[in-house]
């Protein structure tokens, strides 16, 4: 738990009259007024649909970030495809402010690359990219690229959106990110991410919150439906199998 951080939790204001509107008919935001994230890792899970990612953009951009990604010193816009729920999002901030931020978007992070190396045809001044590890992110893979982001350019003392930063990332590199998590808020930084991983989640004293079609609420990790269906594969995969492909799914 922290008690300065860069932010302590989020408020939604959405007038009635657009309730049935997308986002704003999202189960999160008819269950819950406020959010506590009062802790230095919180993530949101849930199945596809139920808003986690509309969620942390609406947190991003309420916090200064690009809708598409980076730092908040990254302003273009390849598409507008943002909701417009971050208009009715209120953050409440600390004390502290950290010397370090990123949002990173995972859909939209080819873009946040092509942007990366459009600014550094410049001629003038240094290099974005040599903060990033020195080589384009669009000439390695697409894992090869995540990673060089949480290695190099994410220094500590920071604040850090990441959306579903799994996607690109094996099982073995998601426990590195693990403890590069670890070394990064040791140096003062604060994680808010929406993943499907069940590692990543197990992050020690995380705030868990768990988004379903009718509530978002905290959880303890290893109660989420996310955590619980991979185990229950682990430990019994070929019944899982057999239910899945005989029986005709879940």
Known sequence: MISSGELLEVQFQVPDKL????PFHLPFLRSKE?????SEVTFFVGENGMGKSTLIEAIAIASGFNAEG?????????????????????TFRGTKRHKD????????????????????????????????????LHEQS????????????????GFYILDEPE???????????????????????????????????????????EITSTRISKKNYKDT???MSYAGFVKDSDSYIHHLLKDGGL
């Not at 406020?34 to 009062?38: A, E, G, P, T």
């Not at 980076?70 to 209120?90: A, I, P, Q, R």
């Not at 990123?102 to 410049?122: K, Q, V």
């Open 19 to 22: 309730s049935n509107r997308y």
């Open 34 to 38: 406020s959010l506590d994230i009062n």
């Open 70 to 90: 980076g730092t908040k010193n990254f302003k273009f816009s390849t598409k507008n495809s943002h909701s417009e729920l971050h208009e009715f999002v209120k």
């Open 101 to 136: 931020g990123f949002f990173l978007r995972s859909e939209s992070f080819f873009n946040l690359a092509t942007e990366i190396d459009r600014r550094d045809e410049d001629p003038i001044g240094g290099k974005i990219i040599d903060y990033y590890g020195g080589k384009s």
């Open 142 to 157: 697409h894992g090869e690229s995540f990673w060089a982001l949480f290695t190099h350019r994410f220094g500590g003392n």
């Open 167 to 209: 996607s690109a990332m094996s099982p073995t590199r998601q426990m590195a990110m693990l403890c590069r998590m670890q070394e990064l808020i040791n140096l003062g930084s604060q994680f808010i991410i929406a993943t499907h991983s069940p590692i990543l989640i197990a992050y020690p004293n995380a705030t868990v919150y």
């Open 225 to 227: 439906d996310l955590f």
